[in-house]
């Protein structure tokens, strides 16, 4: 359970980097079970295309296999990140 919380996390984490970075669109909420997750996005329209340019880029960045770092901050200090 908790390695499978690790990886539905780490792919959120992932899904919100692409989203925010390649978008601008931020995270309003969200839920996440072990190998399951769900994010709300602030998006004006969110078509089938769109979600699979968002698709086709996430999978780019899980392919990249590039290291997890683990790190506890302050919320204000991870908030500056």
């Known amino acids: 359970r908790r390695y499978a919380l690790m990886r539905t996390h780490t792919a ?3 899904l919100c980097g692409v989203v925010f970075r390649d978008f601008g669109a931020l995270v309003t909420g969200g839920d996440m079970e072990p190998l399951h997750g769900r994010m709300d996005f602030e998006f004006e ?3 089938k295309d ?3 340019v968002i698709e086709e880029a ?3 960045e899980v392919a990249a296999a590039r290291p997890v770092k683990v ?3 302050p919320r204000e200090e991870a908030f500056q990140i």
């Open 50 to 52: 769109l979600v699979s």
């Open 45 to 47: 329209s969110l078509t």
């Open 58 to 60: 996430v999978n780019r």
């Open 12 to 14: 959120m984490h992932i």
């Open 71 to 73: 790190a506890i901050l």
